[in-house]
């Protein structure tokens, strides 16, 4: 099985989250984090140096990982410095690991849909 066929989304926290603070809350949630998830990945994009590229990678990674997108949580602080930034793996591109960040936020967009998630509380 490739990384491609894997679910992204662990269904049991996102369950576990709806079950402590209800379901109303949890699509609240959810609802949220898709509005801000392309802005979330341009902040990651625009980042120019370490710091700024650590602030948007916790928010990506933090809201994911609280939803059960671990796949995507994990991607995002995987991520190489900016370009030109040297780094301690000697990478200095970052567009295939953008490109994966990139699957992985639309597969679990499309997997948080809150109609597939409805707790039995």
């Known amino acids: ?8 989304l662990d269904r049991s926290t996102l369950l576990a989250l709806a079950e402590d603070i209800g379901q109303e809350a949890t699509d609240e949630l959810v609802a949220r984090f898709l509005a801000m998830l392309d802005e979330r990945l341009a902040r990651i994009r625009r980042a120019s ?20 997108a671990d ?15 040297p780094s301690r ?3 200095t591109s970052r567009g295939p690991a953008l490109a994966r960040l990139d699957d992985l936020a639309r597969r679990s967009a499309d997997e948080l849909d809150t109609r597939s998630v409805r707790c039995v509380c």
């Open 49 to 68: 140096d370490t710091d700024e590229l650590q602030v948007a990678v916790l928010s990506l990674a933090c809201s994911a990982a609280m939803l059960g």
């Open 71 to 85: 796949a995507l949580a994990e991607a995002a602080r995987d991520l190489p410095p900016p370009d030109g930034v």
């Open 89 to 91: 793996a000697g990478r």
């Open 1 to 8: 099985m490739t990384e491609g066929d894997r679910a992204v």
